[in-house]
Protein backbone atom coordinates (compact mmCIF):
# COMPACT_ATOMS: atom_id res chain seq x y z
CA UNK A 1 0.00 0.00 0.00
CA UNK A 2 1.66 3.49 -0.83
CA UNK A 3 1.08 5.25 1.66
CA UNK A 4 3.73 8.00 2.70
CA UNK A 5 4.34 8.65 6.32
CA UNK A 6 6.35 6.24 7.77
CA UNK A 7 7.15 5.02 11.32
CA UNK A 8 10.20 6.22 13.08
CA UNK A 9 12.56 3.17 14.09
CA UNK A 10 14.45 2.87 17.69
CA UNK A 11 17.57 1.85 18.38
CA UNK A 12 17.82 -1.97 20.68
CA UNK A 13 17.84 0.46 23.58
CA UNK A 14 14.50 1.94 22.97
CA UNK A 15 15.59 5.14 21.46
CA UNK A 16 14.33 6.72 18.32
CA UNK A 17 17.26 5.78 15.16
CA UNK A 18 17.77 9.17 13.12
CA UNK A 19 17.24 9.16 9.83
CA UNK A 20 16.03 5.73 9.35
CA UNK A 21 12.79 4.72 7.20
CA UNK A 22 12.21 0.93 7.90
CA UNK A 23 10.14 -0.94 5.24
CA UNK A 24 7.39 -2.30 6.95
CA UNK A 25 6.29 -4.58 5.00
CA UNK A 26 9.91 -6.08 5.11
CA UNK A 27 8.44 -7.62 8.65
CA UNK A 28 8.93 -11.24 9.98
CA UNK A 29 9.02 -13.14 6.61
CA UNK A 30 9.26 -16.27 8.75
CA UNK A 31 7.14 -16.18 12.13
CA UNK A 32 6.85 -19.06 14.47
CA UNK A 33 3.33 -19.23 16.47
CA UNK A 34 4.98 -19.00 19.85
CA UNK A 35 2.80 -19.68 23.22
CA UNK A 36 3.30 -16.91 25.53
CA UNK A 37 2.00 -16.03 28.80
CA UNK A 38 2.58 -12.49 28.71
CA UNK A 39 -0.18 -10.25 27.97
CA UNK A 40 1.88 -7.76 26.16
CA UNK A 41 2.20 -8.24 22.13
CA UNK A 42 5.33 -8.92 21.05
CA UNK A 43 6.10 -10.38 17.46
CA UNK A 44 7.03 -13.62 17.51
CA UNK A 45 10.99 -14.88 16.76
CA UNK A 46 12.11 -15.57 13.48
CA UNK A 47 12.62 -19.18 12.68
CA UNK A 48 14.95 -21.17 10.69
CA UNK A 49 13.13 -21.20 6.75
CA UNK A 50 13.14 -24.92 5.47
CA UNK A 51 14.56 -23.17 2.20
CA UNK A 52 17.97 -25.04 2.01
CA UNK A 53 21.00 -23.08 3.00
CA UNK A 54 22.39 -22.95 -0.16
CA UNK A 55 19.62 -20.84 -1.69
CA UNK A 56 19.15 -18.40 1.36
CA UNK A 57 21.06 -16.02 -0.25
CA UNK A 58 18.98 -15.52 -3.12
CA UNK A 59 16.07 -15.70 -0.93
CA UNK A 60 17.09 -12.68 1.28
CA UNK A 61 18.13 -10.78 -2.25
CA UNK A 62 14.34 -11.07 -3.10
CA UNK A 63 13.00 -10.27 0.06
CA UNK A 64 14.47 -7.51 -0.38
CA UNK A 65 13.46 -6.23 -3.29
CA UNK A 66 11.88 -2.76 -3.65
CA UNK A 67 8.19 -2.74 -2.67
CA UNK A 68 8.04 -6.72 -1.85
CA UNK A 69 6.55 -7.83 0.79
CA UNK A 70 8.37 -10.06 3.31
CA UNK A 71 5.36 -9.92 6.11
CA UNK A 72 2.99 -13.32 5.93
CA UNK A 73 0.24 -13.95 8.46
CA UNK A 74 2.51 -12.05 11.45
CA UNK A 75 0.18 -9.57 12.86
CA UNK A 76 1.23 -5.65 12.44
CA UNK A 77 1.98 -4.07 15.51
CA UNK A 78 0.48 -0.65 15.94
CA UNK A 79 3.84 0.59 16.08
CA UNK A 80 4.48 -0.51 12.69
CA UNK A 81 0.68 0.98 10.72
CA UNK A 82 1.18 3.62 8.41
CA UNK A 83 -0.07 6.91 8.72
CA UNK A 84 -2.93 7.96 6.58
CA UNK A 85 -4.66 10.44 4.48
CA UNK A 86 -7.90 11.36 2.34
CA UNK A 87 -6.16 9.40 -0.39
CA UNK A 88 -5.65 6.58 1.76
CA UNK A 89 -8.77 6.24 3.03
CA UNK A 90 -10.49 6.30 -0.61
CA UNK A 91 -7.91 3.62 -1.78
CA UNK A 92 -10.20 1.31 0.38
CA UNK A 93 -13.42 1.98 -1.74
CA UNK A 94 -10.93 2.16 -4.73
CA UNK A 95 -9.72 -1.02 -3.97
CA UNK A 96 -13.20 -3.06 -4.12
CA UNK A 97 -14.18 -1.14 -7.04
CA UNK A 98 -11.49 -2.35 -9.59
CA UNK A 99 -11.45 -5.59 -8.06
CA UNK A 100 -14.77 -6.32 -8.72
CA UNK A 101 -15.45 -4.28 -12.01
CA UNK A 102 -14.60 -7.07 -13.80
CA UNK A 103 -16.05 -9.41 -16.54
CA UNK A 104 -16.37 -12.52 -14.04
CA UNK A 105 -18.96 -10.50 -11.91
CA UNK A 106 -20.71 -9.91 -15.61
CA UNK A 107 -20.70 -13.49 -16.38
CA UNK A 108 -23.02 -13.85 -13.05
CA UNK A 109 -25.48 -11.49 -14.36
CA UNK A 110 -25.84 -14.14 -17.63
CA UNK A 111 -27.08 -16.87 -15.15
CA UNK A 112 -30.90 -15.10 -14.56
CA UNK A 113 -31.79 -15.60 -17.36
CA UNK A 114 -30.21 -18.32 -19.20
CA UNK A 115 -29.97 -21.05 -16.14
CA UNK A 116 -32.42 -19.43 -14.04
CA UNK A 117 -34.78 -18.26 -16.92
CA UNK A 118 -35.71 -15.28 -15.38
CA UNK A 119 -37.27 -12.46 -16.66
CA UNK A 120 -34.71 -9.07 -16.89
CA UNK A 121 -36.81 -7.26 -14.22
CA UNK A 122 -36.76 -10.71 -11.81
CA UNK A 123 -33.10 -10.67 -12.31
CA UNK A 124 -32.41 -7.40 -11.96
CA UNK A 125 -34.33 -7.16 -8.44
CA UNK A 126 -32.71 -10.23 -7.39
CA UNK A 127 -29.11 -9.30 -8.62
CA UNK A 128 -29.09 -5.85 -6.97
CA UNK A 129 -30.70 -7.11 -3.91
CA UNK A 130 -29.10 -10.39 -3.08
CA UNK A 131 -25.27 -8.57 -4.29
CA UNK A 132 -25.97 -5.84 -2.00
CA UNK A 133 -26.77 -8.07 1.34
CA UNK A 134 -23.36 -10.55 0.05
CA UNK A 135 -21.34 -6.57 0.14
CA UNK A 136 -22.76 -5.92 3.69
CA UNK A 137 -21.00 -9.46 4.96
CA UNK A 138 -17.63 -8.73 2.95
CA UNK A 139 -17.74 -4.70 4.71
CA UNK A 140 -18.37 -6.52 7.87
CA UNK A 141 -15.39 -8.86 7.78
CA UNK A 142 -13.23 -5.68 6.50
CA UNK A 143 -13.80 -3.88 9.95
CA UNK A 144 -11.03 -6.47 11.59
CA UNK A 145 -8.07 -5.70 9.65
CA UNK A 146 -6.89 -2.14 10.92
CA UNK A 147 -8.46 -3.00 14.25
CA UNK A 148 -6.54 -6.11 14.79
CA UNK A 149 -3.60 -6.24 12.19
CA UNK A 150 -4.17 -9.54 11.81
CA UNK A 151 -5.13 -11.09 8.38
CA UNK A 152 -9.21 -11.88 7.88
CA UNK A 153 -8.37 -15.80 8.59
CA UNK A 154 -5.97 -15.15 11.70
CA UNK A 155 -8.88 -12.96 13.27
CA UNK A 156 -10.79 -16.12 12.40
CA UNK A 157 -8.93 -17.90 15.76
CA UNK A 158 -10.70 -15.40 17.75
CA UNK A 159 -14.15 -16.36 16.69
CA UNK A 160 -13.37 -20.23 15.63
CA UNK A 161 -10.52 -21.08 18.10
CA UNK A 162 -7.07 -22.19 16.84
CA UNK A 163 -7.62 -25.45 15.56
CA UNK A 164 -11.07 -25.09 13.87
CA UNK A 165 -9.62 -21.96 12.07
CA UNK A 166 -7.56 -23.89 10.06
CA UNK A 167 -10.84 -25.26 8.47
CA UNK A 168 -12.24 -22.00 7.57
CA UNK A 169 -8.14 -21.17 5.90
CA UNK A 170 -8.84 -24.37 3.74
CA UNK A 171 -12.04 -23.41 2.37
CA UNK A 172 -10.70 -20.03 1.91
CA UNK A 173 -8.18 -20.67 -0.03
CA UNK A 174 -10.46 -23.31 -2.28
CA UNK A 175 -12.64 -20.33 -2.72
CA UNK A 176 -10.28 -17.87 -3.85
CA UNK A 177 -8.19 -20.35 -6.09
CA UNK A 178 -11.68 -21.25 -7.45
CA UNK A 179 -12.32 -17.70 -8.49
CA UNK A 180 -8.99 -17.00 -9.68
CA UNK A 181 -9.14 -19.99 -12.00
CA UNK A 182 -12.95 -18.49 -13.12
CA UNK A 183 -11.23 -15.59 -13.74
CA UNK A 184 -8.41 -17.16 -16.16
CA UNK A 185 -10.90 -18.87 -18.26
CA UNK A 186 -13.34 -15.65 -19.17
CA UNK A 187 -10.21 -13.96 -20.09
CA UNK A 188 -8.83 -16.86 -22.08
CA UNK A 189 -12.26 -17.17 -24.18
CA UNK A 190 -12.29 -13.37 -24.68
CA UNK A 191 -8.62 -13.17 -25.30
CA UNK A 192 -9.75 -15.73 -27.99
CA UNK A 193 -12.30 -14.05 -29.23
CA UNK A 194 -10.57 -11.01 -30.01
CA UNK A 195 -8.35 -13.04 -32.08
CA UNK A 196 -10.81 -14.71 -33.93
CA UNK A 197 -10.01 -17.44 -32.24
CA UNK A 198 -6.43 -17.95 -34.00
CA UNK A 199 -5.17 -17.81 -30.49
CA UNK A 200 -6.46 -20.79 -28.02
CA UNK A 201 -8.15 -20.28 -25.05
CA UNK A 202 -5.13 -21.90 -23.31
CA UNK A 203 -2.70 -18.45 -24.43
CA UNK A 204 -5.26 -16.62 -22.81
CA UNK A 205 -5.43 -18.19 -19.38
CA UNK A 206 -1.32 -18.11 -19.05
CA UNK A 207 -1.34 -13.98 -19.81
CA UNK A 208 -4.35 -13.71 -17.32
CA UNK A 209 -2.22 -16.05 -15.41
CA UNK A 210 1.16 -14.71 -15.58
CA UNK A 211 0.41 -11.07 -15.23
CA UNK A 212 -1.73 -11.90 -11.85
CA UNK A 213 1.29 -13.35 -10.57
CA UNK A 214 4.24 -10.58 -11.56
CA UNK A 215 1.40 -8.24 -9.42
CA UNK A 216 0.55 -10.82 -6.39
CA UNK A 217 4.11 -11.75 -5.41
CA UNK A 218 5.42 -8.42 -4.80
CA UNK A 219 2.68 -8.27 -2.37
CA UNK A 220 0.64 -5.30 -0.94
CA UNK A 221 2.47 -2.09 -2.25
CA UNK A 222 2.29 -3.19 -5.60
CA UNK A 223 -0.86 -4.51 -5.26
CA UNK A 224 -2.59 -1.40 -3.86
CA UNK A 225 -1.04 0.60 -6.12
CA UNK A 226 -2.33 -1.31 -9.24
CA UNK A 227 -6.02 -1.65 -7.79
CA UNK A 228 -6.04 2.26 -7.18
CA UNK A 229 -6.32 2.82 -11.20
CA UNK A 230 -7.00 -0.58 -12.35
CA UNK A 231 -10.77 0.77 -12.41
CA UNK A 232 -10.40 3.55 -14.91
CA UNK A 233 -10.20 1.81 -17.94
CA UNK A 234 -12.00 -0.69 -17.08
CA UNK A 235 -14.97 1.56 -16.53
CA UNK A 236 -14.26 3.82 -19.97
CA UNK A 237 -14.56 0.46 -22.19
CA UNK A 238 -17.93 -1.12 -20.29
CA UNK A 239 -19.17 2.97 -20.70
CA UNK A 240 -18.97 1.80 -24.44
CA UNK A 241 -20.09 -1.20 -24.10
CA UNK A 242 -23.11 -0.16 -22.48
CA UNK A 243 -23.60 2.54 -25.65
CA UNK A 244 -22.63 -0.39 -28.29
CA UNK A 245 -24.58 -3.26 -26.36
CA UNK A 246 -27.46 -1.36 -24.59
CA UNK A 247 -29.81 -0.73 -27.05
CA UNK A 248 -30.25 -4.41 -27.71
CA UNK A 249 -31.06 -5.01 -24.41
CA UNK A 250 -34.61 -6.99 -23.87
CA UNK A 251 -36.38 -5.43 -21.16
CA UNK A 252 -39.91 -7.16 -21.57
CA UNK A 253 -38.29 -10.30 -21.40
CA UNK A 254 -40.49 -12.49 -18.54
CA UNK A 255 -39.18 -15.00 -16.22
CA UNK A 256 -40.80 -18.60 -17.63
CA UNK A 257 -42.58 -21.13 -15.87
CA UNK A 258 -45.30 -21.96 -12.89
CA UNK A 259 -45.36 -19.19 -10.61
CA UNK A 260 -43.64 -21.70 -7.70
CA UNK A 261 -41.47 -22.87 -9.92
CA UNK A 262 -40.43 -18.62 -10.75
CA UNK A 263 -40.41 -18.34 -6.95
CA UNK A 264 -37.79 -21.23 -6.48
CA UNK A 265 -36.23 -19.56 -9.39
CA UNK A 266 -35.82 -16.14 -8.01
CA UNK A 267 -34.92 -17.34 -4.63
CA UNK A 268 -31.89 -19.74 -6.16
CA UNK A 269 -30.51 -16.74 -7.95
CA UNK A 270 -30.66 -14.31 -5.30
CA UNK A 271 -28.57 -16.82 -3.29
CA UNK A 272 -25.77 -17.26 -5.85
CA UNK A 273 -25.71 -13.21 -6.35
CA UNK A 274 -25.06 -13.01 -2.35
CA UNK A 275 -22.88 -15.86 -2.82
CA UNK A 276 -19.89 -14.37 -5.14
CA UNK A 277 -19.41 -10.50 -3.10
CA UNK A 278 -19.92 -12.47 -0.19
CA UNK A 279 -16.93 -14.53 -0.86
CA UNK A 280 -14.91 -11.73 0.09
CA UNK A 281 -15.62 -11.90 3.60
CA UNK A 282 -13.28 -14.51 3.91
CA UNK A 283 -10.61 -12.21 3.21
CA UNK A 284 -11.79 -8.79 3.38
CA UNK A 285 -9.54 -7.57 6.48
CA UNK A 286 -6.30 -8.57 4.48
CA UNK A 287 -5.63 -5.74 2.67
CA UNK A 288 -6.20 -3.28 5.45
CA UNK A 289 -3.76 -4.27 7.99
CA UNK A 290 -1.24 -1.47 7.83
CA UNK A 291 -4.19 1.52 8.43
CA UNK A 292 -3.51 3.00 12.16
CA UNK A 293 -5.37 0.60 14.96
CA UNK A 294 -7.39 3.61 15.68
CA UNK A 295 -8.67 3.77 12.34
CA UNK A 296 -12.47 4.21 13.13
CA UNK A 297 -14.83 1.27 11.98
CA UNK A 298 -17.29 3.04 10.00
CA UNK A 299 -14.32 3.74 7.22
CA UNK A 300 -13.42 0.40 5.75
CA UNK A 301 -17.27 -0.55 6.33
CA UNK A 302 -18.43 2.22 4.52
CA UNK A 303 -15.36 1.86 1.66
CA UNK A 304 -16.04 -1.28 1.04
CA UNK A 305 -19.54 -1.57 1.15
CA UNK A 306 -19.84 1.12 -1.29
CA UNK A 307 -16.95 -0.03 -3.61
CA UNK A 308 -18.01 -3.06 -3.70
CA UNK A 309 -21.87 -2.72 -4.15
CA UNK A 310 -21.31 -0.02 -7.11
CA UNK A 311 -19.02 -2.25 -8.92
CA UNK A 312 -20.47 -5.39 -8.18
CA UNK A 313 -24.15 -4.25 -9.15
CA UNK A 314 -23.12 -2.40 -12.09
CA UNK A 315 -21.69 -5.67 -13.33
CA UNK A 316 -24.70 -7.90 -13.01
CA UNK A 317 -27.08 -5.58 -14.64
CA UNK A 318 -24.64 -5.42 -17.83
CA UNK A 319 -24.22 -9.54 -17.53
CA UNK A 320 -28.49 -9.63 -17.41
CA UNK A 321 -28.73 -7.24 -20.17
CA UNK A 322 -26.19 -8.82 -22.56
CA UNK A 323 -28.16 -11.87 -21.81
CA UNK A 324 -31.80 -10.81 -22.12
CA UNK A 325 -30.98 -9.95 -25.92
CA UNK A 326 -29.64 -13.38 -26.55
CA UNK A 327 -33.53 -14.77 -28.02
CA UNK A 328 -33.71 -11.67 -30.20
CA UNK A 329 -30.27 -11.42 -31.39
CA UNK A 330 -29.16 -14.72 -33.98
CA UNK A 331 -25.06 -12.85 -33.72
CA UNK A 332 -25.30 -13.14 -30.02
CA UNK A 333 -26.97 -16.15 -30.02
CA UNK A 334 -24.11 -17.76 -32.03
CA UNK A 335 -21.43 -15.87 -29.91
CA UNK A 336 -22.57 -17.26 -26.58
CA UNK A 337 -22.97 -20.83 -28.03
CA UNK A 338 -18.72 -20.59 -28.73
CA UNK A 339 -18.32 -19.38 -25.24
CA UNK A 340 -19.29 -16.85 -22.62
CA UNK A 341 -16.28 -14.31 -23.41
CA UNK A 342 -17.34 -14.86 -27.04
CA UNK A 343 -20.62 -12.77 -25.94
CA UNK A 344 -19.11 -10.40 -24.57
CA UNK A 345 -17.15 -9.38 -27.63
CA UNK A 346 -20.22 -9.45 -29.39
CA UNK A 347 -21.19 -6.73 -27.18
CA UNK A 348 -19.03 -4.48 -29.04
CA UNK A 349 -20.18 -5.74 -32.76
CA UNK A 350 -20.12 -2.60 -35.29
CA UNK A 351 -16.85 -1.38 -33.32
CA UNK A 352 -14.54 -3.10 -35.39
CA UNK A 353 -10.50 -3.05 -34.42
CA UNK A 354 -11.45 -0.80 -31.78
CA UNK A 355 -14.41 -2.88 -30.73
CA UNK A 356 -11.28 -5.79 -29.72
CA UNK A 357 -9.25 -3.01 -28.50
CA UNK A 358 -12.43 -2.74 -25.94
CA UNK A 359 -12.41 -6.57 -25.39
CA UNK A 360 -9.05 -6.80 -24.60
CA UNK A 361 -8.98 -4.20 -21.73
CA UNK A 362 -11.92 -5.76 -20.34
CA UNK A 363 -10.13 -9.42 -20.39
CA UNK A 364 -7.03 -7.68 -18.99
CA UNK A 365 -9.26 -6.42 -16.22
CA UNK A 366 -9.85 -9.55 -14.68
CA UNK A 367 -6.25 -9.11 -13.44
CA UNK A 368 -7.52 -6.50 -11.36
CA UNK A 369 -9.99 -9.48 -9.40
CA UNK A 370 -7.29 -12.26 -9.69
CA UNK A 371 -4.30 -10.40 -7.72
CA UNK A 372 -6.55 -9.83 -4.52
CA UNK A 373 -7.97 -13.72 -4.28
CA UNK A 374 -3.93 -14.86 -5.22
CA UNK A 375 -2.54 -12.91 -2.46
CA UNK A 376 -5.31 -14.36 0.23
CA UNK A 377 -5.11 -17.61 -0.80
CA UNK A 378 -1.25 -17.28 -0.37
CA UNK A 379 -1.41 -16.74 2.82
CA UNK A 380 -4.01 -19.07 3.45
CA UNK A 381 -1.36 -21.98 3.00
CA UNK A 382 0.58 -20.34 5.84
CA UNK A 383 -2.16 -20.69 8.18
CA UNK A 384 -2.54 -24.44 7.53
CA UNK A 385 0.37 -24.72 9.98
CA UNK A 386 3.48 -24.35 11.42
CA UNK A 387 5.54 -25.87 8.55
CA UNK A 388 3.83 -24.10 6.10
CA UNK A 389 4.20 -21.08 7.43
CA UNK A 390 7.62 -21.34 7.06
CA UNK A 391 7.35 -21.37 4.06
CA UNK A 392 7.55 -17.83 2.23
CA UNK A 393 4.54 -15.76 1.20
CA UNK A 394 5.73 -15.03 -2.42
CA UNK A 395 6.66 -19.34 -2.75
CA UNK A 396 2.79 -19.97 -1.87
CA UNK A 397 1.66 -16.92 -4.38
CA UNK A 398 3.75 -19.12 -7.06
CA UNK A 399 1.99 -22.48 -5.78
CA UNK A 400 -1.55 -20.41 -6.07
CA UNK A 401 -1.01 -18.92 -9.50
CA UNK A 402 0.33 -22.93 -10.40
CA UNK A 403 -3.03 -24.91 -8.97
CA UNK A 404 -5.50 -22.31 -10.71
CA UNK A 405 -4.02 -22.22 -14.02
CA UNK A 406 -3.77 -26.09 -14.26
CA UNK A 407 -7.08 -25.92 -13.04
CA UNK A 408 -8.17 -23.08 -15.42
CA UNK A 409 -6.70 -25.65 -18.82
CA UNK A 410 -8.80 -28.61 -17.24
CA UNK A 411 -12.03 -26.79 -16.61
CA UNK A 412 -11.90 -24.15 -19.67
CA UNK A 413 -15.20 -25.76 -21.26
CA UNK A 414 -17.27 -26.51 -18.35
CA UNK A 415 -17.74 -22.57 -17.14
CA UNK A 416 -20.94 -22.10 -16.33
CA UNK A 417 -21.24 -25.34 -14.70
CA UNK A 418 -18.18 -24.58 -12.57
CA UNK A 419 -19.92 -21.13 -11.92
CA UNK A 420 -23.51 -22.73 -11.15
CA UNK A 421 -22.31 -25.34 -8.37
CA UNK A 422 -19.27 -23.63 -7.24
CA UNK A 423 -20.25 -20.47 -6.68
CA UNK A 424 -23.08 -21.07 -4.56
CA UNK A 425 -21.32 -23.95 -2.55
CA UNK A 426 -18.53 -21.96 -1.14
CA UNK A 427 -21.20 -19.31 -0.24
CA UNK A 428 -22.48 -21.76 2.30
CA UNK A 429 -19.50 -21.70 4.67
CA UNK A 430 -18.69 -18.02 4.39
CA UNK A 431 -22.52 -16.91 5.45
CA UNK A 432 -22.02 -19.72 8.29
CA UNK A 433 -18.44 -18.23 9.32
CA UNK A 434 -20.07 -14.73 9.50
CA UNK A 435 -22.95 -15.54 11.44
CA UNK A 436 -20.66 -17.11 14.39
CA UNK A 437 -18.31 -13.87 14.05
CA UNK A 438 -21.57 -11.61 14.28
CA UNK A 439 -22.77 -13.35 17.24
CA UNK A 440 -19.67 -13.79 19.18
CA UNK A 441 -19.16 -10.23 18.45
CA UNK A 442 -22.65 -9.19 19.34
CA UNK A 443 -23.32 -11.21 22.14
CA UNK A 444 -20.03 -11.71 24.30
CA UNK A 445 -17.50 -9.16 22.86
CA UNK A 446 -19.26 -5.93 22.59
CA UNK A 447 -18.46 -4.46 25.90
CA UNK A 448 -15.16 -6.96 26.52
CA UNK A 449 -13.18 -6.57 23.09
CA UNK A 450 -10.62 -8.46 22.01
CA UNK A 451 -6.61 -8.67 22.91
CA UNK A 452 -5.08 -8.97 19.35
CA UNK A 453 -1.68 -9.82 20.91
CA UNK A 454 -2.93 -13.47 21.78
CA UNK A 455 -3.09 -14.32 17.84
CA UNK A 456 -0.35 -16.80 17.99
CA UNK A 457 -0.86 -18.12 21.43
CA UNK A 458 -3.29 -21.34 21.90
CA UNK A 459 -3.47 -20.85 25.68
CA UNK A 460 -5.23 -17.04 25.21
CA UNK A 461 -7.48 -18.13 22.32
CA UNK A 462 -10.83 -19.50 22.38
CA UNK A 463 -11.04 -23.31 22.49
CA UNK A 464 -13.66 -23.33 19.62
CA UNK A 465 -15.81 -26.07 20.55
CA UNK A 466 -18.73 -23.86 20.62
CA UNK A 467 -17.77 -22.32 17.34
CA UNK A 468 -16.96 -25.39 15.22
CA UNK A 469 -19.99 -27.45 16.14
CA UNK A 470 -22.34 -24.42 15.12
CA UNK A 471 -20.09 -24.44 11.87
CA UNK A 472 -20.57 -28.29 11.35
CA UNK A 473 -24.34 -27.94 12.98
CA UNK A 474 -24.28 -24.85 9.95
CA UNK A 475 -22.59 -27.40 7.14
CA UNK A 476 -25.46 -29.68 7.56
CA UNK A 477 -27.99 -27.80 7.00
CA UNK A 478 -26.24 -26.71 4.13
CA UNK A 479 -26.39 -29.79 2.90
CA UNK A 480 -30.14 -30.71 3.51
CA UNK A 481 -31.45 -27.77 2.01
CA UNK A 482 -28.86 -27.31 -1.20
CA UNK A 483 -29.84 -27.82 -4.78
CA UNK A 484 -27.18 -28.65 -7.11
CA UNK A 485 -26.51 -30.48 -10.16
CA UNK A 486 -24.83 -33.80 -8.25
CA UNK A 487 -27.21 -33.32 -5.22
CA UNK A 488 -30.16 -32.44 -3.93
CA UNK A 489 -31.26 -31.98 -0.62
CA UNK A 490 -34.85 -33.30 0.73
CA UNK A 491 -35.50 -29.29 2.62
CA UNK A 492 -34.82 -27.76 -1.30
CA UNK A 493 -37.40 -29.95 -2.80
CA UNK A 494 -39.78 -28.54 -0.69
CA UNK A 495 -39.88 -24.94 -2.71
CA UNK A 496 -41.09 -24.62 -6.09
CA UNK A 497 -41.72 -27.66 -8.64
CA UNK A 498 -38.48 -28.41 -9.05
CA UNK A 499 -36.46 -26.98 -5.96
CA UNK A 500 -34.91 -24.25 -4.90
CA UNK A 501 -31.30 -23.84 -3.28
CA UNK A 502 -31.89 -23.25 0.45
CA UNK A 503 -28.52 -23.83 1.45
CA UNK A 504 -27.20 -20.41 2.91
CA UNK A 505 -30.40 -19.66 5.12
CA UNK A 506 -30.96 -22.74 6.50
CA UNK A 507 -27.24 -23.02 7.26
CA UNK A 508 -27.34 -19.93 8.56
CA UNK A 509 -30.59 -20.37 10.66
CA UNK A 510 -28.87 -23.42 12.25
CA UNK A 511 -25.93 -22.22 12.90
CA UNK A 512 -27.49 -18.96 14.85
CA UNK A 513 -29.53 -21.01 17.01
CA UNK A 514 -26.97 -23.57 18.15
CA UNK A 515 -23.82 -21.03 18.63
CA UNK A 516 -25.51 -19.04 21.91
CA UNK A 517 -26.10 -22.00 24.32
CA UNK A 518 -23.12 -23.67 23.38
CA UNK A 519 -20.68 -20.48 23.50
CA UNK A 520 -22.44 -20.05 27.47
CA UNK A 521 -21.04 -23.62 28.12
CA UNK A 522 -17.87 -23.33 26.67
CA UNK A 523 -17.36 -20.06 28.52
CA UNK A 524 -18.93 -21.65 31.94
CA UNK A 525 -16.68 -24.86 31.55
CA UNK A 526 -13.55 -23.74 29.60
CA UNK A 527 -13.52 -20.04 30.60
CA UNK A 528 -12.44 -18.90 26.94
Known amino acids: MEITTSTAATNNNGSPANSVSPDLEKGPPIAVEPVTTSSSDVSPLPQR????????????????????????????LPEERHGTS????????????????????????????????????DSAMCAVFGSFLGCV??????????????????VARFFMGYWPSKICALLNIVIMVG????????GGQILSAVSGGSMSIVVGIIIIAGISWAIAVFGMSMFHAYERWAWAPQLLVLFVLVGSAGPKFDASVVSVGSSSAIAANRLSFFSLCLSVPGSWASASSDYFV???????????????????????????LLGIG???????????????????????LAGYDGLRGFGKFCGSIVALGLIANNVPSTYSAALGFQMLGRYPNMVPRYLWTCVVVGIYFICGMVGRNSLFLIFQNFLALMGYWVTVFVSIVLEEHVLFKWNIGFDWSAWADKKRLPMGFAALTAFLVGWAGCII?????????????LVGEYGADLGIWVGCGFALITYPPLRLLELKFVGR
Open 86 to 121: LSTDFQMGFLWFSANLTANILAVGFLGPLVFSLGFV
Open 179 to 186: YSMINCII
Open 49 to 76: SIIPIALKTWNDKIENLAGFEARGITRV
Open 481 to 493: SMYQVYYVGPIAT
Open 137 to 154: LAAYMSIWGAQSGNRTMV
Open 322 to 344: LASGIASNENWSAAFDISSGALI
Open 290 to 316: YYPENTPKWKPFLFTLSGLTLAVTFMN
